[in-house]
């Protein structure tokens, strides 16, 4: 599942404690996992949705194989009326069986059988149940004012739509069959077999049998939608014949599918040739959903999108087209490392998350590199390198002890980390090396599941690697945290030689213990008569050395080639000074590394701002986009916490204008025919960071309320959307609401009800959020909780606010004012983005205090809460410690 952020995509996303219970006993529920002597065989799924009902009916159908005899088992059922149960035993004697809510918030069951039973048996369950309004199991949704009814069921949502063993280590073929009106569409995971007319205004659809799937990937979906025909995944060696593909939209929507459709046919065939194994479902719909609590989903042959991911038209926002491919590839690259090949346990979320996330970034590397994918593996492990110096953070590989833990796994520890380790360990063995391990590690466990230890196996075996690169591979895998090295270049000897040390990178206030040694697959560049050259070792204790063959005298070195390792460096300043002389000739990447060594120099109280500023000004120099933005976020961090007289903003305003204006200037302020995208998504960064209220560039802005008043104005009853640039809309909107106030937010508050386009409505909703009188932020906010705003999108507004600590002090009054109304519109799925959606961007110990405060009487009724507060409130205080730190007098 794809995880989103802000401003256009959101997040919505061991051995446990449940163990296997006695049979025929009356002890408590099992909150972890169900009890393996009751293993699910196959299921037969049967439900009568018409979207326009708040009800719908089913029955479940699961052939059980009992190792033990009982008188009963445990399933999983949430929000379920069930009316009748009927177990069959081995002997084929019908017995009436009883179902019981035994675990009301985990959702689990008690069925009884009706007598002791063993072997082989079916259980036959009817229940009714409400379609779902919190983007979860089998849910509810709109268009236009027309419902729509489609399926979530990952992690462990299920149980809400029907009752079962919802947990992924039970993989199993599923028959589905759909009852629904005869005007509607009904679509599921395998290709449609039978239509047949089901009594006055219904119709019964039969899929064929899927392949063993966990219940986590069933997917269907009923509604007016328009079907529209892509074209045939053409067959390869891996795959014999054809496979149909077809894009599924609400209607009216559907024509808008043709650019994702005409795309997947290269991701599909990539994936094949990387795996040497054929897609191995009998169809593949791509289907756009209405609103969504994910990113996207990628359930086996009907893999489900936010619809902006995929309506896409020839004039669409360039972030939104290189969106919809790199997601596209995400969850399609799922269709092996998740759906083929399944996780026993969530413990193991990143053998799906990790995997598709690197295998995507190797896809989008080879059908497109322009989008630069090696850089965004770069970026998305500096990102999770944030999280993981906290000690609150995660573990890859983290134990489960409730379903919170199940739900606040989907976050950058799995994905990005998990991404960026697997690109290191590739790097060190070499990437054909490491194919031939991935392709044995699906051929041994396809249709199955697979555990850490089983991909750590394959890779290691085709390395002809033994336990020592086991154990480093699994030191990152078992343990949280960024392993930080700090290098000096000696001669000892005659010989150039690297010292090295590690420990765990800590910012500066943390309270954890830096004593943690990682396995490291270090890889240094240095400098050589002519050039440069790479050594890799494996250093896996607490102080080491490595010898620089061939060095030049005075070397330079580069800590991370290739800036392929998830760890972070520090070196001396002399060493720092020579490597700061041949930052403009490293790669992209490792010119990236370099600016995160910076920034965690500073975050490690080791740097001070003008140390800072003065170190990423060259990086701001090179002529690749993700490479001269790399400096923002410091420098953003630098203007809100840092400078406290007119002055110093004057200085830090000129040194991000000088910087970044000019090259804005050949670009100008609207997309031009035929432009590369590359183009465009530079004038979007460039525009939106020098436009910001506290940098404030007197044209930029000017610009940006022109075309933003332009926008607002009417036309036809609608506002004039089109008269800003599509890629600049969020930004020219923006400014006009912090410049106008309440006419803005009226505005688009009459606007967006009669808006459908994603795109549109997402640059509004963003928009409303710079809303910055407190009287307008709050009719904003208020405005998110309504039926105009849909739940995936609520979060697009509620982000506002955090620039300041007057503006977080009234977000955060709002917040607590309404916080049971937002409890109740999101549901579970978001409870560990509350603390961070409530008081994120805080800066002081009271607003950790009172974020504290508020929620620990709060923590049992949201799962996911904790981890959320503790993980926030450690943000707070670190951001608070840094700030204490600094000397406001560095800024000259």
């Known amino acids: 599942m794809r995880r989103i952020v802000r401003p256009l995509i959101l997040t919505a996303l061991a051995a446990c404690c449940g163990a296997?219970?006695?049979?025929?006993?009356?002890?408590?529920?099992?909150?972890?996992?169900?009890?393996?002597?009751?293993?699910?065989?196959?299921?037969?799924?049967?439900?009568?949705?018409?979207?326009?009902?708040?009800?719908?009916?089913?029955s479940t159908t699961i052939k059980l194989k009992l190792t033990q005899p009982s008188d009963f088992v445990w399933i999983h059922g949430k929000e379920l009326k069930v009316s009748k149960v009927v177990v069959t035993d081995a002997a084929g004697k019908k017995h009436t069986g009883k179902y019981t809510v035994a675990a009301e918030k985990e959702g689990v069951a008690r069925l009884d059988l009706g007598g002791k039973l063993e072997g082989e048996i079916t259980v036959a369950i009817d229940f009714t149940a409400p379609l779902n309004k919190q983007l979860q199991g089998l849910y509810k949704v709109s268009h236009e004012g027309i419902p729509y009814a489609m399926t979530q069921m990952e992690p462990v949502s299920a149980r809400y739509a029907f009752p079962g063993f919802d947990e992924p280590r039970f993989k199993t073929p599923y028959d589905i069959s759909l009852t629904i009106p005869a005007d509607d569409q009904g679509v599921a995971n395998t290709a449609q077999v039978k239509e047949e007319k089901a009594g006055a205004g219904w119709k019964t659809l039969t899929f064929s049998t899927t392949k063993p799937l966990p219940t986590y990937l069933v997917a269907f979906a009923v509604g007016p939608w328009d079907v529209v025909k892509g074209p045939d995944i053409t067959p390869t060696q891996y795959r014999a014949t054809a496979t149909p593909l077809r894009g599924i939209a609400a209607k009216g929507e559907g024509h808008r599918m043709q650019h994702v459709l005409g795309e997947t046919n290269s991701i599909i065939h990539t994936l094949e040739d990387y795996y040497g194994f054929g897609y191995p479902f009998d169809k593949l719909d791509l289907l756009a959903a209405p609103d969504f609590s994910a990113g996207a989903m990628e359930n086996a042959g009907l893999v489900t999108f936010r619809d902006w991911l995929l309506l896409i038209d020839p004039d669409s926002a360039a972030n939104y087209v290189r969106g919809s491919f790199n997601v596209n590839a995400h969850e399609l690259a799922h269709q092996w490392t998740g759906d083929t090949v399944t996780m026993a346990w969530w413990n193991d979320l990143w053998l799906n998350e990790a995997f598709a996330t690197w295998m995507q970034q190797k896809v989008t590397q080879k059908v497109h590199p322009e989008y630069r994918a090696d850089l965004d593996r770069v970026r998305g492990a500096q990102g999770a390198m944030g999280n993981d110096s906290l000690v609150s953070a995660r573990k890859i590989r983290q134990e489960i002890t409730g379903n919170g833990d199940i739900e606040t796994a989907f976050d950058g520890i799995t994905y990005q980390k998990g991404a960026a380790v697997l690109g290191m360990f590739e790097g060190f063995v070499s990437e054909p090396v490491f194919q031939k391990g991935m392709r044995a590690y699906i051929q041994k466990h396809k249709f199955a599941n697979a555990t850490a230890d089983d991909l750590v196996d394959s890779i290691a075996e085709a390395a002809g690697q033994g336990d020592d690169f086991k154990k480093a591979f699994n030191s990152f895998l078992d343990q949280s945290g960024v392993p930080y090295v700090v290098t000096e270049v000696k001669t000892d000897g005659g010989k150039t030689v690297l010292h090295m040390k590690q420990s765990r990178y800590l910012p500066l206030g943390s309270t954890g213990d830096a004593n943690r040694v990682w396995g490291v697959p270090m890889c240094v560049r240095y400098g050589v008569a002519g050039g440069d050259k790479v050594k890799c070792e494996i250093f896996n204790t607490a102080e080491g050395s490595m010898v620089l063959d061939g060095a030049a005298k005075g070397t330079w070195v580069m800590p991370n080639a290739n800036g392929r390792g998830y760890y972070r460096f520090a070196e001396g300043k002399a060493d720092l000074a020579n490597l700061a002389k041949v930052v403009g000739k490293l790669s992209d990447a490792e010119q990236l590394a370099y600016a995160d060594a910076v920034r965690a120099g500073f975050q490690h109280g080791d740097l001070d701002a003008g140390d800072v500023l003065a170190a990423l000004k060259p990086i701001t120099a090179s002529g690749t986009r993700e490479v001269f933005t790399a400096p923002m976020n410091t420098f953003t961090w630098i203007m809100d916490h840092e400078a406290s007289t007119d002055a110093q903003r004057a200085t830090l305003r000129k040194w991000a204008i000088d910087a970044y204006k000019p090259k804005l200037a050949p670009l100008?302020?609207?997309?031009?025919?035929?432009?590369?995208?590359?183009?465009?998504?530079?004038?979007?960064?460039?525009?939106?960071?020098?436009?910001?209220?506290?940098?404030?560039?007197?044209?930029?802005?000017?610009?940006?309320?022109?075309?933003?008043?332009?926008?607002?104005?009417?036309?036809?009853?609608?506002?004039?959307?089109?008269?800003?640039?599509?890629?600049?809309?969020?930004?020219?909107?923006?400014?006009?609401?912090?410049?106008?106030?309440?006419?803005?937010?009226?505005?688009?508050?009459?606007?967006?009800?009669?808006?459908?386009?994603?795109?549109?409505?997402?640059?509004?909703?963003?928009?409303?959020?710079?809303?910055?009188?407190?009287?307008?932020?709050?009719?904003?906010?208020?405005?998110?909780?309504?039926?105009?705003?849909?739940?995936?999108?609520?979060?697009?507004?509620?982000?506002?606010?955090?620039?300041?600590?007057?503006?977080?002090?009234?977000?955060?009054?709002?917040?607590?004012?309404?916080?049971?109304?937002?409890?109740?519109?999101?549901?579970?799925?978001?409870?560990?983005?509350?603390?961070?959606?409530?008081?994120?961007?805080?800066?002081?110990?009271?607003?950790?205090?009172?974020?504290?405060?508020?929620?620990?009487?709060?923590?049992?009724?949201?799962?996911?809460?904790?981890?959320?507060?503790?993980?926030?409130?450690?943000?707070?205080?670190?951001?608070?410690?840094?700030?204490?730190?600094?000397?406001?007098?560095?800024?000259?």
């Not at 169900?34 to 009568?48: H, I, N, R």
């Not at 004012?817 to 937002?822: C, E």
């Not at 981890?867 to 205080?877: D, F, K």
């Open 20 to 58: 296997a219970l006695a049979a025929g006993t009356d002890a408590a529920p099992p909150l972890g996992h169900l009890p393996e002597w009751a293993q699910p065989e196959s299921y037969k799924l049967a439900f009568k949705v018409d979207p326009k009902q708040e009800d719908y009916s089913g």
């Open 668 to 892: 100008g302020y609207r997309k031009k025919a035929g432009e590369k995208d590359n183009d465009t998504l530079t004038r979007n960064v460039l525009v939106a960071f020098l436009a910001d209220k506290d940098i404030g560039d007197k044209d930029v802005r000017a610009e940006m309320l022109k075309q933003g008043d332009a926008a607002l104005k009417t036309k036809d009853g609608h506002l004039d959307l089109e008269a800003a640039d599509s890629d600049l809309l969020a930004t020219a909107l923006g400014v006009s609401v912090q410049e106008h106030g309440a006419p803005a937010v009226d505005a688009l508050i009459a606007e967006i009800p009669k808006t459908s386009d994603p795109a549109k409505r997402n640059a509004m909703l963003v928009a409303l959020s710079e809303a910055t009188d407190p009287a307008v932020a709050n009719k904003a906010r208020d405005f998110a909780l309504g039926k105009d705003v849909k739940v995936g999108e609520m979060a697009m507004v509620l982000m506002g606010g955090r620039d300041s600590e007057s503006t977080r002090n009234d977000q955060w009054k709002w917040f607590t004012t309404n916080y049971d109304k937002i409890v109740a519109r999101t549901g579970s799925f978001a409870g560990g983005k509350l603390p961070s959606l409530a008081a994120g961007g805080g800066c002081s110990k009271a607003e950790a205090d009172r974020l504290s405060e508020f929620f620990k009487p709060r923590l049992a009724q949201v799962s996911g809460a904790e981890r959320g507060l503790a993980q926030t409130s450690e943000a707070i205080l670190l951001c608070s410690a840094l700030k204490d730190k600094q000397d406001p007098k560095t800024i000259k």
